[in-house]
């Protein structure tokens, strides 16, 4: 998973991530911080194998300018929360990602998110599963370009308390298609600790910031 999600989803080096939240909220974490998974499980969506998105990333794109446009680095992306609204027991937010550098890049395949919380920052219960319901496309961010995906959290007060052990969570460790580093985004929700109940799903990245 994210690594150490190895979720969510705020910094790599060079690389500014959102704080959504108040002036006096967490302090943001740095690149570094390591994610640690849960002591019985490796998160794939962040292992040292296993890129996020689990696929390899297909022939890059053309920009206009004729160059071939190489898959985005985390450390030139920025992270934050789009959009965001509630339907039936769960949470839909947009997971917005930005083009820092000054050339193209492009973004293909799923996310990894998870949940974090804590001093050094931790992943907290599962990393997010694939929505089946989205097709993997090659998205290609122009320079200060946008692309997002979709996350859905199902509300873990859903279930018993002695199912979901629920923990309150702060960030989002992001961990973009076919990269290995996270980004933090900084958001607050309620996580179920260990790894029985699964809250997390996300879509493909699209074009666009989600709004």
Request: glycine share 12%.
């Amino acid at each position: 998973m994210l690594k150490p999600f190895v979720v969510a989803v705020l910094a790599t080096a060079g690389l500014t991530t959102c704080a959504c939240g108040s002036s006096g909220g967490p302090t943001q974490p740095t690149n570094t911080v390591t994610v640690t998974a849960p002591a019985s499980t490796t998160p794939a969506a962040a292992s040292s194998s296993t890129p996020a998105g689990g696929t390899t990333q297909p022939a890059t794109s053309t920009s206009s300018g004729g160059t071939a446009a190489a898959g985005c680095l985390t450390r030139y992306l920025n992270g934050t929360v789009g959009l965001s609204q509630g339907a039936a027991g769960s949470t839909y937010i947009a997971i917005v990602f930005k083009n820092l550098n000054n050339v193209p890049c492009t973004l293909y395949g799923f996310p990894g998110v998870a949940q974090a919380a804590g001093t050094p920052v931790t992943d907290v219960g599962n990393p997010s599963t694939e929505d089946p319901s989205t097709a993997r496309e090659l998205v290609t961010l122009q320079a200060g370009g946008y692309a997002n995906a979709t996350l859905r959290i199902v509300q873990g007060l859903n279930y018993p308390t002695s199912v979901c052990k629920p923990v309150s969570a702060q960030w989002l460790a992001v961990i973009p298609p076919n990269q290995y580093v996270p980004l933090y985004v900084h958001y607050t929700s309620t996580a179920c600790k260990g790894l029985t109940v699964k809250l997390l799903s996300v879509t493909a990245v699209r074009p666009g910031n989600g709004g």
